[in-house]
Nanobody
Framework: QVQLVESGGGLVQAGGSLRLSCAASGRTFDRYTMGWFRQAPGKDREFVASISWSGGSTYYSDSVKGRFTISRDNAKNTVYLQMNSLKPDDTAVYYC?????????????????WGQGTQVTVSS
């Protein structure tokens, strides 16, 4: 079992950057595939990015590819989402997710563990 706590959200102007962090509890973090999802007001939650347990594989949604970078530090039990060139459409609550049953998460994934979310607001 793993518990996830996100941090790093906030208010930023369009074109700016933010780095989200997700700290995980437990001693088996390096066995979990990790992902980031987001939910904007009035919209369904959507997949953003995923990283394999080793960090060797990553996968991004088309809407963030080339702007966002997912990474992990297994020694610190932490996964990151570096967000550059932010747009107002990126405004959402961002959630960290974990699961041991995926080699890599894709948009249809339904991970078993979720954080509480962190708000990202991008002003125009």
């Amino acid at each position: 079992q793993v518990q996830l706590v996100e941090s790093g959200g906030g208010l930023v102007q369009a074109g700016g950057s933010l780095r989200l962090s997700c700290a995980a509890s437990g001693r088996t973090f390096d066995r979990y595939t990790m992902g980031w999802f987001r939910q904007a007001p009035g919209k369904d939650r959507e997949f953003v990015a995923s990283i394999s347990w080793s960090g060797g594989s990553t996968y991004y949604s088309d809407s963030v590819k080339g702007r966002f970078t997912i990474s992990r530090d297994n020694a610190k039990n932490t996964v990151y989402l570096q967000m550059n060139s932010l747009k107002p459409d990126d405004t959402a609550v961002y959630y960290c997710a974990a699961d041991r049953n995926y080699r890599i998460m894709v948009p249809s994934a339904t991970p078993g563990y979720w954080g509480q979310g962190t708000q990202v607001t991008v002003s125009s």
